[in-house]
């Protein structure tokens, strides 16, 4: 066990954050606003948490916000914020998947950076232009892909980038969960009814709120591009609008494949997201809902259990880990990993300089490469699983 | 923990058992004959242990087979054994794949009943000459798909007939294993070399080894029949002959759906089998490497641990269970209880009568249908990851 | 499971916090800070961050501290803030163990709510007059045994409390690290020196340091009063100057009984703080580094794996729980549910009211509690292990 | 992964063996059987199985013994199977414990080699008396420590004789139970109805039945001798007439401390029998439930999962190994092996030899230490938990 003071406190002024959506009877928005305030980096002053605005205004004054920065729409917010001295110089983007775009735009054309919740948008032809006017605006753009933000994740990371694996061969993500086993959608779940909803959520259920979580994540540790899927969705529940189950074949360039499943439907399971990667030298295998441990094999030599901050704890690891090997991180902690190398990126954009290489958080272009997945998941399954070329 | 004693001694005569294959050297051989007497139903009196008539017969006296019981061949020893008085009753057939069908033919033809190693054949028409002669004989087949022997297995089978997890959606089977990762068959490696090398193992490599294994025990706890199969086989290790990984989507007969990968690649796995099998009511999860275990959930309600021998172990696997709960059973009690269930269906057989309804193990017909799901796989994977019938 | 906003915000006024200790190089200044920040409940506006008044001063400003807040001494601190009329209400005491009477005497006299860490003094004649001062002053006092804040500890006191386990029976709490195995207070670690230094840690080692957090948590669960024990308390590294390793055997009062081991020096343990407790209905079990699980049996059924937020979660755990199940939380989250729980007493307080009945946190007396249990362990320890009344 | 044949076939003639306890209705007598049976290094041709003589010849007549070696006592079976030619070279004795020394005197004066069930004996005065007539007769006495007989825990001995772990601190071995957490002996459990007899079982219940175990393990891999101990005994069943809970301080020659747990009311718990080791350089821990498995970490190193027969493996663990890592092993496997190095012995005094050195069982004189350990915690614990010293 090492005993030392957490890495995140800068003493840099608190960044001006706004956040559109997460207002009351949401669940992310909350997420969010802890990870922001996590490390001290973000100061909530400016607030559109709800489309109705109402509820947007009340929600708002419950969290403390001005009464003049509670705004009744994102787009009043974004004029408003712009035009003042003290304007909010991030926003924070925790609405259903259908108004990410709208909302990033309005931002980004008002000069203010971006954190969005993913799936990025409805769709590819939308993450394209987002991705254009961030290359345009030159802001800063995070998508909250947050398992990335695991200190075991990032260290995962790193060591395949160092060669521990070897060459990577087989890469099995998966991420089931059960709590749509039944219609909830048609009996008041708030979060069941738009996430099965396509007009909210775009052409994939399953595959867009979590299939591209485990897609991305994969993507991440192994550095590996897909070249081509193969995908057959599937609708269990009678009458729902969406996939609620996913499965995947993958080839990604270099030869690697791997098999991809995400699930609303397997009973027991929680957010059982789960990463295994196998290289001709070595394998490793992470579990979200014990995330400080990472496990890896050298081939021909004993498994090792490597937790985070034990020793074993890569320099990746180590920076973005707050407390001691064996007083366990969570969720909420990862997160806050996103928010505080988004904080360092746009800490140094102040100075107008580049952040530090070390800093690595999921950007608009990752937020284009999970539309690009899940587009071509539906592709490929509405094709009769076909092979299917990605992005 | 109940404290009960063992449920496996008869005192029934017990039956004259010969061996084909299995000697010097071998792997699987001493597995099965340490499975034939931990329950004390057989007597190994006869044997061809080796294709190599001298080490046969060394193999045999160092086992102590009588002198004039070693036989120099199968072809002998069935002819031999079916003119004595005492003459084996059955016999275990242990060599690689493409001797089973004929040692199997022979035996059967001289009335004597047959364990047979799997995958039963080197291809599905041998295996359905093979159902057409147990047919004719009427003689007992068991197929040594040894993982059905284990009692939370039993268990698992048990509660899916009852529908405690309601109509089954998914099976995501798995059966990862890391000893192939490099090129042993090139370094002295007798197992490694028969394995990967067509002409003894036929079309299919890690398919035919483990593959075959999975997909058994996913049908078998399920009940469901495969309708059709989309396979994605891999060769990774340069210069190998056959498959070393197997990543497959199946439709079953009336809905469900699943996932299955095998793998002779994946660093850090020994012999990962697992299987995972979700219905509309609940969820099972069984890991071969800790057979005592048996996750269950119901839809809203808290996970259960269930224990081999413990509170909440059915009739079904107390049968199969010879020590109390938290003393583990292995690997070698779950092969006894293929012996010991074919040896029931043998003492049956010897007063002209059926087993009991609660015997149970893989006959033929399961042999024919592991060839049957061989050969889809194959064939799916040739036509570039075809959807395919299977049988 | 269920997804749901965060239970924790709540829109009052944040209580102004300062804070004594923590500073430059300090580990648990950190972990108080971001706890009370999770929530939003608090603003961090003052500290006399060091006993060094230049470290103390430089500290407070790389936390944004105003720099008139900025105190060289919490002497100073205490009447300035006394005097402000926006001064501190509440104050958070992070410093090592003999600071902790005379701060928390400091600023209750000034009529602020004290946060401290444990344990609480040097020895119990400390701990009582603060007892004392605080029934005096009827100030909030909170000792910051955090563990007592995990969700699932909560679930498992409301299941003792409602009669789930029966009478209890035996209670084994354990806590081993390996942090001390060599002798790092002789190779620079700041921590192990104050903590291996009778000055600065008192009577007690491993006994102050983890031991307490063991006892304090098995009361905490089981609700029992501990009538005697008998210790043996060891210090395995020579030249160190406190115990090492705490071993301990326990007589509640009501005739349960327990073990108690703490170390610092048992390779390859983290931070393994572990609870069992064992009734005549039924038995529990809690691992502190995978804080979201509690196995629960009922004498006689299957295993249960209650998790957070889960189904089988209890109202008393989903109150202090911020994400959903299968999203861990961790060590942050429960310490931090220690500062929520105190601002809901702050808060009432405000408004001359008593808190709810459900705000939960350890008090002074609790401190009290773990000096004595610390003062009988190494009285009975140093007597040659002879049993000892508590308290 | 290792396929490799069995290690344990040798092909040298069985022994014969006799049994006396074990009939119908007993549960250890059948896993001696299956574990003399495993390795075929037994034959089991006659039995005095019961003290009820009808019962004896019935239950010998099941497991197919000849009728004229079915004996109604044991005293008439040591004399006619002296007096045979083909007598028995060997009993195993696995009565209740007030019949052990009786029988054991019996045969080892008849010449013939033992097996025997732990604890040896009724009293430490008995135990003598075996131990120096084992000496006068210079013949083998096993003593069934089974779990001695698992391969992880041989490497455990192994590392540790060799320093891997340094100088050894610290030792804490467990064994709960939870099936007399109510009164099972007023209920018909026969099981129950011995062991809280204190005629049948001697002094100790719970220290006598499991506790034993525990000390044994403690000591067989360590290989450290106690030097005293302090014990609290506890029956908390009303109206049972042993001890059911057991707790233990311990001290080491040469000042390795250590804590040992044993209960028979830990509701949940089923065998729960685990050792863990604490030296200077590293750490040990092995859980009997999952027994495949052997966690070492060297200070300041990652853990490592060492698996049975997996890379890590040492020799002193493949040489008791019969099946490939990932393959569990269990309980019979475990006490097969002391089964085939009592065989190795006996074989070896066939030919007027020693066994080699790798040979390894527990013999009388572990079986008297056994009896010292269950004396002095008795002692000690009706002293008022006074150091007890031991041996």
Do not use: I, K, P, Y
């Given at each position: 066990m090492t005993i030392e003071a957490s890495r995140q406190e800068q003493g840099a002024e608190r960044i001006r954050l706004g956040m559109v959506g997460g207002g009351q009877g949401a669940f992310i928005g909350a997420v969010h606003r802890i990870a922001s305030r996590i490390d001290d980096q973000y100061e909530l002053v400016a607030g559109a948490l709800s489309s109705d605005p109402q509820r947007a205004r009340a929600s708002a004054l419950e969290l403390g916000i001005a009464p003049d920065r509670a705004y009744g729409s994102f787009e009043e917010m974004a004029k408003a914020e712009a035009a003042r001295p003290d304007g909010i110089e991030a926003v924070a983007i925790v609405t259903p998947n259908h108004m990410h775009a709208p909302a990033a735009k309005a931002f980004l054309e008002a000069g203010i950076h971006v954190i969005c919740d993913k799936p990025l948008t409805l769709n590819v032809e939308e993450a394209k232009e987002l991705v254009d006017l961030v290359d345009k605006t030159g802001k800063i753009f995070a998508v909250t892909h947050n398992y990335t933000g695991y200190p075991m994740i990032r260290q995962a990371r790193a060591m395949v980038e160092k060669g521990e694996l070897g060459e990577i061969r087989l890469v099995q993500a998966e991420y089931p969960q059960d709590?749509?086993?039944?219609?909830a959608e048609s009996t008041g779940s708030k979060q069941a009814e738009w996430r099965t909803d396509p007009k909210r959520s775009g052409a994939g259920g399953c595959i867009g709120d979590i299939g591209t979580h485990a897609y991305n994540l994969a993507c991440f540790v192994t550095g590996l591009e897909l070249h081509e899927l193969l995908a057959q969705l599937t609708t269990?529940?009678?009458?729902?609008?969406?996939?609620?189950d996913v499965q995947i074949l993958m080839r990604f360039k270099g030869g690697a494949r791997g098999m991809l499943w995400a699930s609303q439907v397997a009973v027991g399971k929680e957010n059982g997201l789960k990463l295994r990667v196998y290289g001709t030298k070595g394998g490793l295998e992470w579990t979200q809902a014990d995330p400080n441990y990472l496990w890896f094999t050298r081939f021909g030599e004993p498994k090792q259990l490597l937790t985070r901050g034990g020793a074993g704890a890569w320099p990746q690891a180590a920076r973005v880990t707050r407390v001691p090997a064996g007083h366990p991180e969570g969720y909420l902690e990862g997160f806050a990993n996103i928010y505080a190398e988004a904080a360092r990126a746009i800490q140094a954009a102040r100075k107008g300089e580049k952040p530090d290489d070390d800093v690595i958080f999921p950007t608009v272009r990752d937020g284009l490469a999970g539309m690009q997945f899940i587009e071509a998941a539906v592709a490929s399954s509405r094709a009769g699983n076909q092979w299917t070329k990605v992005g």
């Open positions: 709590w749509l086993t039944e219609r269990f529940v009678e009458g729902r609008q969406l996939d609620d």
